[in-house]
């Protein structure tokens, strides 16, 4: 079952319950088919909507932060943080330390001058929302 099809399911679920995040299902439905039609026309791919799905996290991360230190609206704030519980069940399960370490040391085997540029190219080619670059390059320094 592909993410947008996951998100559909949950909100028709929702809306039967009357649960207020049913809007907030419909705007990120609304936000991952525009993609698809704003680029080709068609359909989002699995990769755009995960992409779709990692900037809200990241934005509605950065809402929280400053609800946070504004001390202004608790209501806003546990709202932001179910936003945030919805979208963590669609981001791809992230890397292990050792996972990465696996990465980066058969990709040395295989070329001997490999280079920290080379490295992250192949991570965000193959493991797109799934790493975090600072991670990658502790381990790849320390190896």
């Known amino acids: 079952m592909s993410i947008i099809e996951k998100i559909k399911k949950m909100q028709m679920k929702a809306r039967k319950e009357k649960d207020v995040m049913s809007k907030f299902l419909t705007l990120l439905i609304s936000e991952i088919e525009a993609v698809g039609k704003n680029k080709r026309n068609g359909e989002t791919t699995e990769e755009e909507a995960v992409d779709v799905v990692l900037k809200m996290k990241k934005n509605a991360t950065a809402t929280l932060n400053e609800l946070l230190k504004s001390h202004l609206n608790e209501d806003k704030v546990e709202m932001v943080k179910s936003e945030i519980a919805i979208l ?9 330390t050792k996972e990465i370490t696996a990465q980066i040391q058969q990709l040395k085997e295989s070329n001997d001058a490999v280079n920290f540029g080379q490295v992250m190219k192949h991570f965000s080619t193959n ?4 790493f975090d670059a600072s991670d990658v390059k502790k381990i790849f320094n320390t190896i």
């Open 88 to 96: 963590n069940k669609f981001v791809p399960k992230p890397l292990s």
């Open 127 to 130: 493991f797109k929302g799934r």
